[in-house]
């Protein structure tokens, strides 16, 4: 909107002190590199007609009416904040977690700083073939040394160095073909130091055939699996050491397809999950659109830890926003807000919970595209002018809520990279709102 608008204004409203939501508080801790695109909203950011005020709750603090008040154009783009649930008996046992407070603990999400996973157990059963569910198993799995120099928090690096898992079992209602994740990520988890890859070969017999004319991405990533089930260790071209070694890994991890969890089983007080009893599946149809159908065989899997990794939802925002709960997006065309005119989504508010940074980045030039639009035919009614920050100043001052500008983030960053430098990591970062906003004399 500021490259291709010459007078446009952006105002940003988080919820949290600090920005980047997803980027930090998702992208997994050894995946710096993905997080280069924060330098970008940094740039952003520091443009004289771009601002950020942080610690605002939107529909708490101020209502998407006030604000359409306020401004010109709306435009969401709150993402995905909770997870959908298994609706299993069981599930609220102690011992099972979503991978999504999973990862919003280790990466240091504010509402996960307490989660305190329990793990004594040796088995870990994640629910789930994304690549969320990849992170996750790889952080339970990597060596200390590896993830010690990484943005993870001190709290769960702690945690971790205490962890009695190692075996990891990747669960999923359907087959090989059938996966979510990406090959970059399978490929660095079958590389993991220490951890040794488990898959069945009878899971992947007669695959090459089904997979003639998939498309290449799907290929790539179905081939590299059933290489890796297939491959003796003696066949690869490793020298004898680093054959035994993985032969010797201390750790294993592995894919299970066709089976869909019915219950989390309790332990003999009732308090703790001790496994999993899952239906076995056949799939009725092929490729994405293939369905899990239970064959009436069920299955026992012992483990102490339980990982439901099987998505993300949105939810409704304020009253004054249409929603569709049956699909958990804003119902919108192109971004423009189904009936609200000015208003408009962006994100996984918008298209559901799916896809990468890349994904979500061209889905919002797509709705920034429709402001445009709007703004150049006249939807967009410019020529009354509107108050902007002014007046949702006004109001949050009425309420006492106090917004975190941006140089106030780069305060709370100053103090985050001090304290990592200090024990060699990008970063330590701070996990309690207070004390951020103590930081920046609050």
């Known amino acids: 909107l500021l490259q291709h608008h010459g007078g446009a204004r952006v105002d940003i409203y988080e919820k949290l002190p600090v920005p980047f939501g997803l980027v930090r508080f998702g992208v997994a801790p050894d995946h710096p590199e993905v997080k280069n695109v924060i330098n970008a909203f940094t740039q952003t950011a520091r443009s004289e007609r771009c601002a950020y005020y942080g610690n605002v709750t939107v529909g708490k603090d101020v209502t998407v009416a006030e604000l359409r008040q306020a401004y010109h154009a709306v435009v969401l783009s709150y993402g995905a904040e909770d997870n959908r649930v298994l609706g299993i008996p069981g599930e609220n046992l102690s011992g099972v977690y979503s991978a999504r407070a999973f990862v919003g603990w280790y990466n240091g999400l504010p509402e996960n700083r307490d989660l305190k996973p329990d793990l004594s157990c040796e088995t870990a059963l994640i629910l789930g073939h994304g690549n969320v569910a990849l992170d996750v198993a790889r952080i339970l799995l990597s060596p200390l040394h590896l993830l010690r120099k990484t943005d993870i928090t001190d709290s769960s690096l702690a945690a971790l160095a205490c962890s009695k898992v190692k075996r990891v079992w990747l669960v999923g209602r359907r087959g090989p073909l059938q996966v979510a994740f990406t090959i970059k990520e399978l490929r660095e988890m079958i590389n993991l130091p220490g951890a040794r890859p488990v898959l069945n070969p009878a899971d992947f017999t007669g695959l090459e055939n089904a997979i003639k004319d998939a498309p290449r991405p799907?290929?790539?990533?179905?081939?590299?699996?059933?290489?890796?089930?297939?491959?003796?260790?003696?066949?690869?071209?490793?020298?004898?050491?680093?054959?035994?070694?993985?032969?010797?890994?201390?750790?294993?991890?592995?894919?299970?397809?066709?089976?869909?969890?019915?219950?989390?089983?309790?332990?003999?007080?009732?308090?703790?999950?001790?496994?999993?009893?899952?239906?076995?599946?056949?799939?009725?149809?092929?490729?994405?659109?293939a369905k899990a159908v239970p064959t009436g065989d069920v299955e026992e899997l012992e483990c102490g830890l339980v990982l439901s990794s099987i998505g993300y939802r949105s939810w409704p925002l304020d009253p004054a926003v249409p929603f569709d709960t049956q699909r958990g997006v804003i119902p919108n065309s192109s971004g423009r807000v189904e009936g609200v005119p000015g208003l408009y989504c962006s994100g996984w508010v918008k298209r559901g919970p799916t896809g990468v940074i890349i994904t979500t980045m061209n889905d919002s030039f797509d709705t920034a595209q429709s402001v445009l639009e709007d703004l150049q035919v006249g939807v967009l009614d410019v020529s009354a002018s509107r108050e902007g920050f002014g007046a949702v100043e006004s109001i949050l001052g009425s309420r006492g809520v106090r917004p975190v500008s941006f140089s106030d983030w780069e305060k709370i960053d100053a103090a985050e990279v001090a304290r990592g430098k200090a024990a060699g990591k990008p970063r330590e970062k701070i996990v309690d709102p207070q004390e951020m906003l103590q930081l920046i004399g609050r």
């Open 218 to 289: 799907r290929k790539r990533l179905t081939e590299l699996m059933i290489k890796t089930a297939l491959e003796k260790p003696g066949e690869k071209m490793m020298e004898v050491q680093a054959v035994a070694a993985q032969a010797a890994a201390p750790r294993e991890w592995g894919l299970k397809f066709q089976r869909s969890p019915q219950e989390v089983l309790p332990t003999t007080d009732g308090r703790r999950a001790r496994g999993v009893r899952m239906a076995l599946t056949r799939l009725e149809g092929s490729g994405d659109s």
